[in-house]
């Protein structure tokens, strides 16, 4: 049975966090409105809520660096009113920002901000040894603490503000969307490290939209919603079923209700591409998107799938080929750069909103419709924006999209991090396109905005336009997309739509474990403009034994059969893995064709969150 406690009264842990009707406002924003939460001492609590709804607010309060409206704030005790106090009683936050500075050594990064804490105790050589051993511990790996933090990947960056953190062993952590840039097996040493913490006696507080990492690490949760907190739940009540019951305020459940995909009807192409090479070293390949299809796009990090979307938005330049998108009166118009795609209505969604998105010194509403500029001005060579329409467009997306803003003509950054997000996928349907192309867009939004983006974009396809949507969560595209493109070797590698598309042959085909048939289908429209790799063929026409599942293990000749090291991210829907059959059965030609397959490791958890070493068998 789910029991909301709103009042706390359980025997474990002092209460080091108490904060009771917390009011904070930006303008005539009410980010906390009457908030309160409390944490125990040796407890991982998290706070969890839709987009805007207070979250980092409350973690910047807590943290000692936002001073409130109204309410109180008792942290261990006191009430730190600037970073150097709150660093003194032993407070440490890692901010959703990942926060370093590029052109400093991993180790002047660590310990920035600390020398009131340790340049009288610490020589600059144990720093370096100490910089050197924390970053190892945490990322795996050894790292030199001299190598200027901007030639790092951003994983690394993520583990340099994790370190910052954990210089000293801290009485309260908190870890804003801190895990948001650490791929599987980083995610799993960081929560090693918090169950430690929390086991000495720590508070953490952790705020995150990956609600199946959370229901795993978390002791408890507080909810938030619309500045206000409305409910706590204990560990056992830590559900998905429940935490969005909770941030809804309503039974939706969040999910896409069946789970094969849908099928498009129509037949019309919407866009091609011939004898297309993302790269100079990559086969070629020819690719038909039809009306109606929400394609997904898929692979691990640097397949190429990337540059794919982008080469087709007109993003990027393609090595060789060309994409057509077919125009309104029924030609076929070249796309070669952004210029040709939205002229012929190709809108792009970048998930990277730092780096092609947003244009901070503008407002939300400029953000928004300022592609439409143009398209909306009126009245000849004196022409003047229609800003009627232009409004009418923002008040249509911002709706839809569940936007929470205070005025339009606020900043764009004064947005949280989800809404910002949520802005640029405004813009993107504001064009009215007729190809949407999404890369990976909805990290940061919370569960119910993607809800209702999956249900925009289904409709989207369904009034004949089409949708391409690459996602590094596999997850979202179940019963949303209507087929997904596997990449790998900068080229399509698999291809799967109907009964056949499941998370977990989705992710086989991203390490190179599936057969590729999906490429031999005609209703893929994929066909390799090279001659096709022998050795998919030989996979593909011998079934492999056994009624559990089982992944063929390709290794690389000069690889030992040993598949003990490597890590598979486990498949979609919650705690459950991928069921592999680790014995590897190597197979000489395939392996040639893709070097990059790995043997893999299953990684299970029980319904308690903890690990079961060995996984299944
Ligand atoms: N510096 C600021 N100036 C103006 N408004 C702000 C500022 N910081 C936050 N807000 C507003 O306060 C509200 C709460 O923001 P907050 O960042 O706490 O939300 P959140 O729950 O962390 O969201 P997300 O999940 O998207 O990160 C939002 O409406 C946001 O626009």
Redesign the pocket.
């Known amino acids: 049975m789910t029991s909301i406690a709103p009042e706390i009264a359980q025997p474990a842990g002092r209460e080091t966090i108490l904060v009771r009707g917390v009011k ?1 406002y ?2 005539p ?4 409105d009457g908030a309160s939460f409390s944490a125990r001492a040796g407890e991982i609590h998290a ?1 969890v ?12 309060v807590v943290s000692g660096i936002l001073p409130v409206d109204s309410g109180t704030v008792s942290i261990l005790g006191e009430t730190p009113s600037t970073p150097a106090e709150s660093r003194a009683l032993g407070i440490s936050t890692v901010y ?1 920002e990942v926060l370093v500075a590029d052109e400093s050594s991993v180790v002047d990064n660590i310990f920035m901000g600390s020398d009131r804490l340790f340049s009288k105790t610490l020589s600059q050589d144990r720093k370096v040894a100490r910089a050197a051993e924390l970053m190892e511990e945490l990322s795996g790996e050894p790292i030199d603490p001299h190598a200027l933090v901007g030639t790092l990947p951003l994983g690394l960056k993520q583990w340099i503000t994790i370190a910052r953190a954990l210089l000293s062993e801290p009485k309260i952590l908190i870890l ?2 801190s895990s948001a840039a650490l791929d599987f097996d980083s995610t799993e040493r960081l929560f090693a490290r918090m169950r430690a913490l929390r086991d000495r006696g720590t508070t953490i507080l952790i ?1 995150t ?1 990956r609600i199946a990492e959370l229901v795993r690490i978390s002791d408890r949760a507080t909810v ?1 919603r619309d ?1 206000r907190d409305v409910g706590v739940l204990e560990k056992a009540d830590i559900t998905e079923k429940n935490l969005l019951r909770l941030m809804t305020g309503d039974d939706r459940s969040g999910g896409h209700g069946h789970a094969e995909a849908p099928v498009p009807t129509n037949s019309e192409r919407a866009m091609k591409a011939r004898k297309l090479a993302v790269w100079p070293n990559s086969k070629p390949f020819d690719f038909d998107l039809r009306r109606g299809e929400v394609l997904g796009i898929a692979g691990l990090d640097g397949q190429g799938q990337d540059a794919f979307v982008r080469v087709l938005a007109g993003v990027m330049s393609a090595s060789q080929g060309m994409v057509q998108v077919a125009s309104r009166d029924g030609s076929w118009q070249p796309v070669r750069n952004l210029a040709e795609a939205v002229a012929n209505k190709v809108a792009y969604v970048s998930g990277d909103r730092k780096r092609e998105g947003i244009f901070a010194s503008l407002s939300i509403f400029e953000n928004m419709v300022m592609p439409l500029y143009r398209e909306k001005k009126r009245g000849g060579i004196l022409g003047f924006i229609d800003r009627g329409t232009l409004s009418t467009l923002f008040k249509r997306e911002a709706d839809n999209l569940l936007i ?3 005025v339009k003509e ?2 764009i ?9 949520k802005v640029l996928i405004g813009r993107g349907f504001a064009m009215r396109p007729d190809v949407i192309i999404l890369n990976d867009p909805a990290r ?3 569960v119910g905005a993607k809800t209702e983006l999956y249900r925009h974009l289904r409709n989207y396809a369904e009034e004949g336009r089409a949708v391409i949507y690459l996602s590094s969560e596999i997850e979202e595209f179940l019963g949303f997309a209507t087929r997904v493109i596997v990449f790998r070797d900068g080229a399509p590698f698999d291809a799967f739509d109907g009964r056949g598309l499941e998370p977990k042959r989705v992710l086989e085909a991203m390490f190179g474990q599936t057969g590729g048939e999906g490429l031999a289908s005609a209703t893929f429209g994929l066909r390799p403009g090279a001659p096709q790799a022998s050795g998919m063929a030989a996979a593909s026409a011998e079934p492999l034994p056994g009624d559990g599942v089982r992944i063929r293990v390709d290794m690389p000749a000069d690889l030992k059969p040993n598949p003990v090291s490597q890590v598979l991210p486990h498949a979609a829907g919650g705690s459950s893995p991928a069921a592999v059959d680790p014995s590897p059965e190597i197979s000489a030609s395939h392996a040639r064709s893709i070097p990059a397959a790995k043997p893999i490791r299953i990684v299970e958890f029980g319904e308690n969150g903890v690990r079961i070493e060995g996984g299944r068998r």
């Open positions: 904070k930006f303008g924003t009410r980010a906390l706070i809520g839709g987009n805007g709804c207070g979250k980092s607010t409350m973690a910047k959703q804003d969307e705020v939209h938030f500045g929470k803003f205070g606020d900043r950054t004064s947005l949280s991090g989800g809404n910002q997000q940061g939004i919370d």
